[in-house]
């Protein structure tokens, strides 16, 4: 682990996932002096409640955050990650300070629409609720303070093939939408990881 870093990356996989593809995606990032924190959810606990994973990833950036007390911090959330992310900072408003930027992949903020129809009524059927819930708002206080970039894909039908890009769009956030590339290749395409690393104010062409 560096001593010195210059920032803390967490990078959080969603729902049906692990953290195999956010490390590649941390990875092809090519950062330097970086420390990267990749939390594995596990595959099948991310099907039954969003909570204990909100408290999972929370106290693991706790322990990095008290390392690293004047670190700054980027994080990138796919999907259900990036939803954990926001009710972190929702529950932690003392660490806005210290995020330089927050980068939302495929993320659902004004609630998934596959979710609603496998939990129409609300019922809590697995995590299906909480991926429901609109938190427009949320993001929005958010982006207010902390630089934030959303992206989303027309893969099909305005969609991602799962997430629709109008459910990703926000006030004050920086919204992008790729062409043509699925939600689960959005973690690793080219296309995202150039986008990040502009938005970054890293210039360098992707190879």
């Not at 408003?93 to 659902?108: F, M, N, Y």
């Not at 093939?161 to 043509?180: D, K, L, M, R």
């Not at 290749?185 to 502009?198: A, G, N, T």
């Amino acid at each position: 682990m560096l001593n010195s870093p210059d920032y803390l990356l967490f990078a959080q996989h969603g729902w049906a996932d692990t953290s195999v593809t956010m490390r590649t995606l941390a990875n092809r990032l090519r950062l330097e002096n970086t420390v990267v924190i990749t939390p594995n959810l596990g595959f099948y606990r991310t099907w039954w409640r969003m909570r204990p994973l909100i408290a999972q990833v929370s106290a693991i950036a706790q322990y990095y955050l008290n390392h690293f007390p004047h670190t700054p911090i980027r994080i990138i959330g796919h999907s259900m990650g990036g939803l954990i992310w926001l009710e972190i900072l929702k529950n932690h408003p003392e660490w806005w300070q210290r995020v330089e930027s927050l980068v939302l992949i495929a993320c659902p903020i004004k609630g998934a629409e596959l979710a609603r129809i496998i939990d129409p009524l609300g019922l809590g059927i697995g995590v299906a609720k909480a991926l429901a819930k609109n938190r427009q708002s949320l993001a929005e206080n958010i982006a207010k303070i902390i630089p934030t970039l959303s992206i989303s894909s027309n893969y099909f039908l305005r969609t991602d093939g799962t997430i629709s890009v109008n459910s990703t769009q926000f006030n004050y956030a920086q919204c992008i939408c790729i062409p043509g590339v699925s939600h689960a290749d959005l973690r690793i395409s080219p296309k995202v990881i150039y986008s990040i690393r502009d938005f970054w104010g890293i210039k360098q062409k992707i190879s």
